[in-house]
């Protein structure tokens, strides 16, 4: 079946140090990729998404692009904040008509000043 | 846009009682609703699928009859925990989509007693 792998965390970096949080994928047909990004305690906000191939997603910084060729949607930001300290999701979208997702494990991210 | 919410926010009941979480899109009609379970720090567990007017479909290992779900309208669904017991403490996350992108509610912290 479908599935997400992200990189295991916690990853800490220090401020304005550059971000790569690792995502890979498998999957049967041609599936929509997310990131979402989870604040303590509250729920899952969408950061970024792609739906076809070398589509990139991008928002407050943060970049993904869809490679169907190493099956893989990289998050990167050149320039890590404090405030960016969460967990980040990496999802797929079944296509299926069900829009039900593949989660990956979520890798927690640490920012110190 | 694209706002989900979800009331209460947190819960503390008594074992035997039972608890009702509403989660309500917006901004949106929501075609399909979901329903997960999120333990500490680790991913979301997906419960139950709820489509308006029809029943929920609920994932293996999912009780149906102590997680009930209803999806009244394209704007609101509900989680019902029926006689609630200290293992269903958790921290519940529902989502609405209107096709492809799931959009989250900010989670109910529930504390059965």
């Known amino acids: 079946g479908d599935s997400v792998t992200q990189m295991e965390g916690p990853v800490t970096l220090s401020e304005e140090a550059f971000l790569t949080i690792n995502c890979t994928y498998t999957?049967?047909?041609?599936?929509?990729l997310f990131w979402y990004v989870q604040y303590p305690g509250e729920g899952l906000q969408l950061l970024l998404k792609?739906?076809?191939?070398?589509d990139k997603g991008s928002n407050k910084g943060f970049e993904a692009t869809y490679r169907k060729e190493t099956t893989s949607f990289h998050l990167e930001k050149g320039s890590v904040q404090v405030s960016d300290s969460a967990v980040y999701f990496c999802a797929l979208s079944d296509r299926g008509g069900t829009y039900k997702y593949i989660f990956g494990t979520g890798t927690r991210l640490k920012v110190l000043a | 846009g694209a706002v989900v919410s979800q009331h209460p926010s947190r819960v503390i009941c008594k074992s035997g009682t039972s608890v009702k979480i509403e989660c309500r899109s917006l901004d949106f009609q929501a075609t399909t609703m979901f329903w997960y379970r999120q333990f500490p720090k680790q991913s979301l567990m997906l419960m139950a699928t709820s489509n308006e007017g029809s029943k929920a479909t609920y994932e293996q290992g999912v009780e149906k009859d102590k997680f009930l779900i209803n999806h009244a309208s394209l704007t609101l669904s509900t989680l019902t925990v029926t006689s609630a017991h200290p293992e269903d403490s958790s921290f519940y996350i529902c989502s609405a989509t209107p096709g492809d992108t799931q959009y989250f509610g900010p989670g109910t912290r529930l504390t059965v007693l």
């Open positions: 999957a049967t047909g041609y599936p929509s």
């Open positions: 792609a739906t076809k191939a070398d």
